[in-house]
C-alpha cells in the first residue's frame, strides 16, 4: 500500500561469484541491455548503474564485478567496488547457481553478507539447467547458513519468475524521491558503454587467456553534422605483442569479426548507422598499473 501517494525507490545491489549471470538478470529486469554478458568470468570491471521506473517507483540497480581472490590490482579494484557497493545499497541480491553444494567462492561472499543490516534476498539463477527438486534443495542449504527475507528461482537468460522478483525488490524498497528522470535507463556516458559493447564482442570471439588482459578506450565518438552516421573510433588494449596478433587475426579477419558485431550492437542502440574505426594497442601489465587503470577509467567515483 503506498503512503500518502509517495513512491518507492531505492539503490539494489547484485552480487554473486563471476560468472552467475549478474547482468544478464539486470539486463532483464530493465528490459534493455546495458551491461555487458559473456561466459567469461570477470566480464564485468566496474559498477553499473541501471534504473528501473514504473508506478511503483524506481529501482537504481547496481551491478558489481563478481567477488574473487584478486591476482592484480584490477582484480582487488574489482572487488573493492564490489564490497564497497553492498555497503551502500538498500537491498541485496545475492545471485547462486542452482546446486545445494556451497563452494568457496559463496564462502567468501556468506562471510561478507553476514556483516550487512540491509534486506537480504536469495535468488537462485539458471532454474533452467536443473530439477525442481535440486533447486529446493539449493535454498534450503543457503537459508540454513544466512537469514535471508525471501528466496527467489530465476533463469536471467529465459526470463522466468524475473517479474515476480522485481515485486519481491520493491517490497523491500524504502519511501522516498526519484533520483533519475523517468526516462532514464543508465547514469553511464555513452562513450563507455560503446567501450564495453566492443569489449564484449572481444569477449566473445577471443581465446580463454586474452580476455582478461584487454581493456577498450573510446577515443572518438561523433555525430555528424547531417545526423546520418555516427562516427566511433576505438582501441582495443591488450598485455602482450603475442596476444595483439591474436586480436587482430590472419589478414585482420578476427578485428573485423569483432568490429562486425559491435557495429551491429552499437547501430541497434544508437538506432543510427555507424562507422567504427578499430586498432589494437600493446600495454604491458597494465592491470598493475595505477596510471593505465586511470586512462581506462577503472577508478573511483562518487
Not at 530493465?30 to 559473456?38: F, M, P
Not at 559491435?262 to 598499473?289: G, I, P, Q, T, Y
Amino acid at each position: 500500500m503506498e503512503k500518502n501517494n509517495e513512491k518507492k525507490s531505492g539503490f539494489i545491489a547484485l552480487v554473486g561469484r563471476p560468472n552467475v549471470g549478474k547482468s544478464t538478470l539486470m539486463n532483464h529486469l530493465i528490459g534493455q541491455k546495458i551491461a555487458i554478458t559473456s561466459n567469461k568470468p570477470q566480464t564485468t570491471r566496474d559498477r553499473i548503474r541501471t534504473v528501473y521506473t514504473d508506478e511503483r517507483g524506481q529501482a537504481v540497480f547496481l551491478d558489481t564485478p563478481g567477488i574473487h581472490r584478486p591476482k592484480n590490482r584490477l582484480g582487488a579494484y574489482m572487488t573493492g567496488i564490489a564490497e564497497k557497493t553492498l555497503g551502500q545499497a538498500d537491498v541485496v541480491l545475492w545471485l547462486v547457481e542452482p546446486s545445494p553444494f556451497i563452494g568457496r567462492g559463496d564462502e567468501e561472499i556468506l562471510k561478507r553478507l553476514k556483516q550487512l543490516k540491509n534486506p537480504l534476498i536469495l535468488v537462485v539463477n539458471k532454474i533452467d539447467t536443473v530439477k525442481k527438486e535440486t533447486v529446493g534443495e539449493c535454498i534450503r542449504a543457503y537459508r540454513s547458513r544466512i537469514d535471508v527475507r525471501e528466496a527467489a528461482a530465476v533463469s536471467a537468460l529465459r526470463s522466468v519468475n524475473t517479474s515476480e522478483l522485481l515485486d519481491t525488490i520493491f517490497k523491500y524498497l524504502p519511501y522516498g524521491p526519484m533520483y533519475y528522470d523517468e526516462d532514464t535507463v543508465t547514469d553511464q556516458p555513452m562513450r563507455q558503454i560503446a567501450a564495453e559493447i566492443i569489449r564484449e564482442k572481444a569477449l566473445r570471439r577471443l581465446e580463454e587467456e586474452i580476455p582478461h588482459g584487454i581493456a577498450v578506450l573510446t577515443e572518438r565518438m561523433q555525430e555528424r553534422p547531417d545526423g546520418s552516421v555516427m562516427d566511433v573510433e576505438a582501441s582495443i588494449v591488450c598485455e602482450r605483442d603475442s596476444h595483439k596478433g591474436i586480436i587482430i587475426g590472419k589478414g585482420g579477419e578476427m578485428l573485423k569479426k569483432i568490429g562486425t558485431d559491435a557495429r551491429r550492437d552499437l547501430e541497434e542502440m544508437l538506432e543510427m548507422k555507424v562507422n567504427l574505426k578499430l586498432w589494437v594497442k600493446v600495454r604491458r601489465d597494465w592491470r598493475d598499473s595505477e596510471l593505465y587503470m586511470k586512462n581506462f577509467g577503472y577508478q573511483e567515483k562518487e
